[in-house]
């Protein structure tokens, strides 16, 4: 499966926007980026997919590199109900579906 | 958004018992499914692949006759962990995958929060 990085951590001030870097320079061309966040105790929450184009949606906006080595999650106005590890993943599933965790990146929001 | 399911939210048992935990689907259907273990402090790890209607099948390193799955229906799979241990304590948690389009989205359910004691 293809791998992703993605910082430990990141703070954001409330209100502000937040871009949530993410690499995946082995991505293969049929590989779809997924974005979840998971809040204490909490069950993943679906945030944004793409493949090649930017996607919007109403909690984000994912830019993708041209390359498609790289990608961006961005969340316009961080509030304090944002905080939560975010997860950048490759569905390189072959179809089965199988999204493979990584480490994330623990978002903190200041007020 | 599709909406999962889990039951209980929360469970405590004693050392050898088994628990049965359940992840339903409510407003679709879900060929697939799975189920992950997630410890404290660390992310989520694909324990197997529920497949409504045939065996499921389990990722390297997980035991499959301690962790029975059974996907039932199309909106239902359940974990079982048998002869629990301590070290089985864990945060479980399924997804099921809703079809929209070209594309699969997995919605994940709230967790299932086993202590053995």
């Known amino acids: 499966d293809a791998k992703t990085t993605q910082p430990n951590s990141m703070e954001s001030n409330e209100e502000e926007p937040v871009h949530l870097p993410c690499n995946h320079s082995t991505i293969s061309g049929t590989d779809y980026i997924h974005w979840y966040r998971q809040l204490p105790s909490q069950g993943p929450e679906y945030v944004i997919h793409g493949l090649t184009s930017n996607v919007n949606n109403r909690m984000a906006s994912l830019a993708i590199a041209e390359d498609r080595k790289s990608s961006t999650l961005i969340l316009h106005r961080a509030t304090l109900r944002d905080a939560a590890v975010y997860y950048c993943i490759l569905d390189g599933s072959g179809n089965t579906g199988k999204l493979i965790f990584g480490q994330g990146t623990t978002l903190q929001v200041k007020p | 958004g599709a909406v999962v399911s889990q039951h209980p939210s929360r469970v405590i048992c004693k050392s050898g018992t088994s628990v049965k935990i359940e992840c339903r689907s409510l407003d679709f259907q879900a060929t697939t499914m799975f189920w992950y273990r997630q410890f404290p402090k660390q992310s989520l790890m694909l324990m197997a692949t529920s497949n409504e209607g045939s065996k499921a099948t389990y990722e390297q390193g997980v035991e499959k006759d301690k962790f029975l799955i059974n996907h039932a229906s199309l909106t239902l799979s359940t974990l079982t962990v048998t002869s629990a241990h301590p070290e089985d304590s864990s945060f479980y948690i399924c997804?099921?995958?809703?079809?929209?389009?070209?594309?699969?989205?997995?919605?994940f359910g709230p967790g299932t929060r086993l202590t053995v004691l």
């Open positions: 997804s099921a995958i809703r079809l929209a389009g070209n594309t699969d989205t997995q919605y």
